[in-house]
């Protein structure tokens, strides 16, 4: 059999097949989707099942003068395929190479950069919206799922396009049967039903017939909405303005095409839900999505296979991510307050909590991709007498500055925010790095913020912020630590205060976090001093004017961004004591970071122990 995905380098290539072509052209992409990815690791689960989906949507719709958004944006590999980067998925997630998720940048047929989610039906709106002030035909398709749906931002969007009513296409990618019944032939078909022009012209033409007669109007309505809310679970978004059809299989591609025909010539907003398998096609990923959602490098054939995790003899991992140590804490902390209560927002396994999820359900609550909620809830919880403990990614916590702001820290409330994925993260890139925390935290009253530069010290800080009653951070990088084993005691740290780990001269180091390795190793060919400062906020003030008196340069060093961050607290706390010592500050520079290697970032930055160097150097010699 001739090979189709090879021939199909366009979507003005794919909309020229016949339509039984399509379902071979499926297979082909699946079976590709699978050996591209096992070899570059990345998301799989949500892409396989969204395989008949990315193409009926190219062939019913003019790509890309039509807009399509896509959300949550790991769906999309196979948009990418067929939209002329079959190649370069060789280098998906690689530094130089393309992006996990839509990059306007990247491609034409991005048409939105969508790496967070909850955020496509905003944006195709406006897409819509400047459409209709262009006075053009140009279509805007949301197609929103794995999740977002569950995004407070979908909902406001959904409430301001029913009121706009321009002619936009949200597609419900509803891949986890969440809010669906079981689909089938009468769905399917009275799916095709709801979105054919007769449909609507009986729909449109009997409204204009009984305005005469409100009564009689009034039933006829309240007959449909009956008939259609016992097939169809649409009302809620009815009630929003859109006209609702489904649910339908998503992956039977003719009535996909043959709806989405529909849909393409009606007015208005619409809403189609399309009910799809996360894995589809893939017996290990049908057996586990969740296993499959984001993977490392695997054999096709024979499919991930989990190493056991090497433990020491207390039972502990013997070298533990950082987001291990924080659930292991987690659940021991627990075990001792019964006032700590978990939240996630929809990260149980990516923050460590699945443990605690199992040993304390009723203290454990994911409460979706909802950020926002997330922190307000917990800022509920707090004021009843209980400690929650927000595990959150650093890029995620940007999305509810102002809950923090608002309702915990102004209330001065004692809210955990466990902060994983701080600095750089590797593969995943600009949109998922943790470059800005502690800018936007150490600004904020009330607040205290940690930065632990081992595992151990990081299962100590997180006790210490526990014990405080207001607002606390303890932030923490992706991926493992330097080795330090953790100890199982915990006891609380001086708050402000950090340590001296070398001595030295001429030269002060005040290292913030994980950069303490790399100072360290600095320092030795250059005989400073290194001091790990812990707390960015409050500052140990009394160690930096020490170092200051002691030294000529004092050097930063933080895997944050240089403008705003620890480097400044200590620039405003030099000034504020009127001490003229040089300063250098090292940090992450002021530009978006693209994927790659962290190490290699990291040196790309100037944070390896080579950079460190040399910027130290080079500012003695001026």
Known sequence: MVSLLNTINTPEVLRQLDRKQLPQLADELRQFLVESVSKTGGHLSSNLGTIELTIALHYVFNTPYDRLVWDVGHQTYAHKILTERREAMKTLRMAGGISGFPNRAESVYDAFGTAHSSTSISAALGMSVAAKIDGSDRCAVAIIGDGAMSGGMAFEALNNAGAMNTNLLVILNDNDMSISRPVGALNNYFAKLMSGRFYSAVRRGSEKMLKGMPPVLEFAKRAEEHVKGMVTPGTLFEEFGFNYIGPIDGHDLDTLITTLGNIRQLKGPQFLHVVTQKGKGYTHAEEDCLLYHGVGKFDPEQGIVTKPVQRNIEGQPSKPTYTQVFGEWLCDMAEQDKRLVGITPAMCEGSGLVEFSKKFPQRYFDVGIAEQHALTFAAGLACEGYKPVVA??????QRAYDQLIHDIAIQNLPVLLAIDRAGLVGADGATHAGSFDLSFLRCIPNMTVMVPSDENECRQLLYTAF?????????????????????????????????????????????????????????????????????????????VLHLGREHALLVTIEENAIQGGAGSAVAECLQQYGMTNALLQLGLPDSFLEQGETEKMLAMCGLDETGIVASIRQKMSL
């Open 467 to 543: 014990q405080l009653d207001s607002p606390t951070a303890v932030r923490y990088p992706r991926g493992y630590g330097p080795g330090i084993a953790s100890r199982k005691e915990m006891h609380a740290l001086p708050v402000g205060k950090g340590e001296v780990r070398r001595a030295g001269s001429g030269v002060a180091i005040l290292s913030f976090g994980s950069m303490l390795g790399p100072a360290l190793d600095a320092a030795e060919s250059l005989n400073a001093t290194v001091a790990n400062m812990r707390f960015v906020k409050p500052l140990d003030t009394e160690l």
């Open 392 to 397: 959150i990614y650093s890029t995620f916590l």
